[in-house]
């Protein structure tokens, strides 16, 4: 069965940092692009960041760039998102999804069962 588990969320201040963790199971990481999103309430789901199957190409929204950082061990079946002086328009449950490439910070196309549950981020003093 595929899936992808988020973690790593929680409440954090303003300006300070989490890292997020996406591990896959049921499917090869290697043969995938992984890309991080987030919803806020009341909004649309957005790409925040991708990252090409070997790493070697990474991929930010404007909003996040010089902020985040994604990475991947794949040996380890796991995709981070490093994420650095949060401010409050940063919080949303984020979700990983794969693709068979980024087109920008968004993998693409999207493959069926790519959703996890999420994690949630709450950036609050």
């Known amino acids: 069965q595929v899936q992808l588990v988020e973690s790593g969320g929680g409440l954090v201040q303003p300006g300070g940092s989490l890292r997020l963790s996406c591990e896959a199971s049921?499917?090869?990481?290697?043969?995938?692009?992984i890309g991080w999103f987030r919803q806020a309430p009341g909004k649309e789901r957005e790409g925040v960041s991708c990252?090409?199957?070997?790493?070697?190409?990474?991929n930010y929204a404007d909003s996040v760039k010089g902020r985040f950082t994604i990475s991947r061990d794949n040996a380890k079946n796991t995709v981070y998102l490093q994420m650095n002086n949060l401010k409050s328009e940063d919080a949303a449950i984020y979700y990983c999804?794969?693709?068979?490439?980024?087109?920008?910070?968004?993998?693409?196309?999207?493959?069926?069962?790519?959703w996890g549950q999420g994690t949630r981020v709450t950036v609050s003093s």
């Open positions: 049921g499917f090869t990481l290697d043969y995938y692009a």
């Open positions: 990252i090409s199957r070997s790493g070697g190409s990474t």
């Open positions: 999804a794969r693709g068979s490439y980024c087109s920008g910070y968004i993998p693409y196309p999207l493959s069926e069962g790519s």
